[in-house]
């Protein structure tokens, strides 16, 4: 059958606001009392916070046992990439990626011309660069603790993930097994290296923006830095209602029909965020391939069958294959154990693009977001000092991280963004028992006077508002804001939104019976998602550049009050101090002393589970194998055979069961460590 749209009925913009609140994203510190009278306003523990529930995921999801393992599959699987790449190819240490080796950008987002800074280690940097702790934090003054002082370094470049090597898809094999692309060289992104000799070589690209942990990331309302990955999943791309033509295929068994449907799952930004990773030409694909490809790919192959699973992992480990290797099914095998048949029984072809696929193909993408949705949701790291302390456990703190906790709720403000179990409004807003949360809010700015905003999501000045507007932008399908508060002022000036919800002005902070105007100002621009602190300790490097190194640089960051007071953060990029708009209010000076300093750090370093430091259930993995840059370095790179791209060097990480990394292997270390 043809590629072909269903009939849809939208929802207004309101109404799917009740089924939200109905399916609450998490549960704050007022729904579960802490039994510690100690601990300050605005934390909780973890522990018995459930994940957020999924109405109607009956509809698609057979054996919940069965997606949380095709997920944990499908996210370790080098396999699944062009050039070897699997979702844990950039979150392998505690959820995130502790590589120094070719993890520089150019600050693509800002610099499309791919040039790279001078660092502030007085090191060009480039691709296939090696970072070292001199070339940190980005923004360097004379003096770390004043922002007013003489600017040292400003630096556009990001630290993130090395992915694919630049390439444009051609075809599946005709065995369907493997990828036939092109080498595209040079890299017009810069992702290059200038042999001596004058010869371009192509070395992995690397990502715009720096990795989060996917560990918690279950509780996020949206998830990726800017917000793209919708709280409503589609069965298809991260965009979520954005993209009308999102479908799915159904099969009715008793007309033996396929017909197109529509997915509407709530609280599934994990499932959308899951999508978006595998066709990205700079993340794991190579450019122009379709899910569908994917799919055809994938389903015929053994699961992880390249790659050493412990038997005793507390997920695979009971059907690891005889030889060590992967286990001893295939994917579509488990597609069918996980799925209703619905969604993958027929055997009527589904045209898309001028190619034909089956039904369990082209309907692959919606398998993977569930899955992969499945696993993650069972990556909770809730067992810390600090969640042992908030459940009355009064010596699970030491002294110095009691009082790093009491400045973490008070002088350093912390708390006003961190908050609530997962410490981050990013969150905790969707709550019906808080009264001073909603999607959309009003507060005094860095200015002192009002602007709208995205709850959970604020410009702290790590850097330039020019360089990377963040949730200020729109998304490519429908192009419209990914800010709620700039789709509520679309609403209030008479036009629609892409997505459903609710302004509830009664929440405000500033003028709460004030409707909020279509051209009142926001502080939208240069916004980020607050991430999660747990684990903090071992996620470095940090914030959406990653252009700081270590926590006591990003105490310091926040002690000054930020990196830039002017120099265009704000919406009219002036450098006037209407600049400062856009400011979160509580990047100010905070006066601390080095010793209250080292205490919040001491206190932050109390949100570690140590399941996740010594990789132990659930946070255990099967092998795998990461390109660490190439051969040479940011001047001279050894190239493979065809001359156009650099031989890799790979880093094992050994697979590990239920009891986590052997004594002999060491914790999981944190960035430069």
Not at 176 to 194: H, L, S
Not at 394 to 409: C, P, S, V
Not at 600 to 610: N, Y
Request: net charge negative; with cysteine; glycine share 10%.
């Amino acid at each position: 059958m043809k590629n072909q749209k269903p009939n849809k009925q939208r929802l207004p913009l309101l109404g799917l606001l009740p089924v939200l609140i109905m399916g609450v994203v998490s549960q704050s510190e007022a729904a579960y009392p802490s039994s510690n009278p100690s601990l300050p306003d605005g934390m909780a523990s973890l522990q018995g916070v459930p994940v957020p529930p999924v109405p109607g995921i009956e509809k698609y999801v057979r054996n919940k046992g069965y997606a949380e393992l095709l997920g944990k599959a499908l996210f370790w699987d080098m396999q699944v990439g062009s050039d070897g790449q699997a979702c844990g190819s950039c979150h392998f240490s505690a959820g995130a990626d502790n590589r120094v080796k070719n993890q520089l950008g150019p600050g693509l987002l800002d610099d499309a011309n791919g040039v790279f800074d001078i660092l502030p280690s007085g090191n060009q940097g480039g691709a296939n660069y090696t970072l070292t702790a001199a070339d940190f934090p980005f923004y360097k003054f004379s003096d770390t603790r004043d922002r007013t002082s003489p600017h040292l370094f400003e630096v556009d470049d990001v630290v993130s993930s090395q992915g694919v090597f630049r390439a444009e898809f051609v075809s599946l094999t005709p065995d369907g097994k493997d990828e036939e692309c092109t080498i595209v060289n040079p890299d017009e992104a810069g992702f290059f290296v200038t042999n001596p000799g004058g010869s371009k070589v192509n070395v992995r690209r690397v990502e715009p923006r720096n990795t989060p942990t996917m560990i918690n990331a279950i509780f996020n309302f949206r998830n990726f830095w800017d917000g793209r990955a919708n709280n409503i999943f589609n069965g298809v791309d991260p965009f979520g209602r954005r993209n009308p033509d999102a479908v799915v295929y159904g099969w009715d068994k008793y007309s033996n029909s396929l017909s197109p449907e529509e997915v509407h799952l709530i609280n599934s930004s994990a499932a959308s965020q899951a999508v978006g990773p595998v066709l990205s030409p700079f993340e794991m694909s190579c450019d122009k391939k379709g899910f569908q490809h994917v799919g055809r790919k994938m389903l015929q192959k053994r699961a992880l069958a390249g790659q050493k699973v412990h038997n005793q992992d507390s997920v695979l480990g009971y059907h690891v294959h005889t030889s060590g290797k992967g286990l001893k099914f295939k994917y579509k095998t488990l597609v069918e154990k996980a799925f209703n048949k619905r969604y993958w029984g027929s055997n009527q072809p589904v045209m898309i693009g001028g190619e034909s696929f089956s039904q369990m193909e082209a309907n692959f993408s919606l398998f993977w977001g569930l899955a992969i949705q499945a696993y993650e949701s069972t990556l909770i790291s809730d067992k810390t000092p600090f969640d042992r302390f908030a459940k009355g456990s009064k010596r699970a703190l030491t002294d110095q991280q009691k009082r790093g906790m009491e400045i973490f709720a008070g002088q350093g403000s912390c708390v006003n963004c961190h908050a609530g179990p997962e410490f981050t409004k990013a969150a905790t807003h969707l709550l019906p028992e808080n009264e001073e949360e909603g999607l959309v809010e009003r507060m005094l700015m860095g200015d002192n006077n009002p602007s709208v905003y995205d709850n959970g999501f604020y410009n702290i000045s790590v850097t330039p508002t020019r360089e990377d507007i963040g949730l200020g932008n729109v998304d490519p399908i429908s192009n419209k804001p990914l800010s709620f508060t700039r789709q509520a002022q679309i609403v209030a000036a008479g036009g629609n939104a892409p997505d459903p919800f609710e302004v509830d002005h009664s929440t405000f902070e500033i003028d709460p019976d004030v409707p909020l105007d279509p051209n009142e100002r926001n502080a939208v621009d240069g916004a980020f998602k607050v991430p999660g602190l747990r684990n903090v300790a071992l996620t470095g490097p940090y914030m959406h550049n990653g252009g700081m190194a270590t926590l006591h640089q990003v105490v310091r960051f926040y002690n000054r009050g930020g990196n830039i007071e002017f120099e265009g953060n704000g919406v009219d990029s002036t450098g006037s101090a209407a600049a400062k708009s856009n400011f979160d209010p509580d990047i100010r000076p905070l006066g601390l002393t080095d010793q209250q300093e080292d205490d919040l750090v001491a206190f932050l370093e109390s949100l570690t589970d140590e399941r996740v430091r010594w990789a132990k259930a659930p946070f255990d993995h099967p092998q795998l194998f990461v390109p660490n840059g190439s051969p040479g370095d940011e001047n001279s790179v050894v190239a493979d055979g065809t001359g156009l791209q650099g031989v890799d060097s790979l880093l094992e990480i050994k697979a590990v069961g239920r009891n986590g990394r052997k004594p002999s292997q060491g914790p999981v270390k944190n960035f430069l460590e």
